[in-house]
């Protein structure tokens, strides 16, 4: 969903052969799911060869076939930047104000900062209204740290 909104927001388009499952939450940070080898096979049955996933699945590749490990392209996503930029690849980000620079992995979330802790940008200036864009990320996902 926020891929979706990104995209829409900024005008620029998903990547067509690429197919995408996790969860973020309201920092950006991407949890891992369940379930990886059948979205895995169901994205190769509809043609698809690329997929990005949360970094934290890695491991579950072991339950794929050797043939289909070796078939697909596998992105790994810590943060919703690393799946953006993987998704939308004219989409660059901006994360040079001090306001909005990347925390650390494994620093506590700020508690008083914008919902999201980066902005998105398809040149290096922030959008226009993208408090706009990241109130209505925070009240589309159910999130934690």
Partial sequence: MATALASLYTQLPVRSDTAMTGEITLS??????GGVKEKV???RRAGLRRVILPKDNDKDL???PDHVRQEMEFIWAERIEDALTAAIPELKLHVNSPQLQRRPSGSPPRRNG???????TPTLVLWPG???FSAI?????????
């Fill in 28 to 33: 950006g940070l991407v949890l891992p799911i």
């Fill in 41 to 43: 096979l169901a994205a």
């Fill in 62 to 64: 072991r339950d794929l």
């Fill in 114 to 120: 914008p919902a999201l802790d980066f902005a998105l």
């Fill in 130 to 132: 993208f408090e706009r």
């Fill in 137 to 145: 990320c925070s009240t589309s996902f159910v999130g934690g740290a």
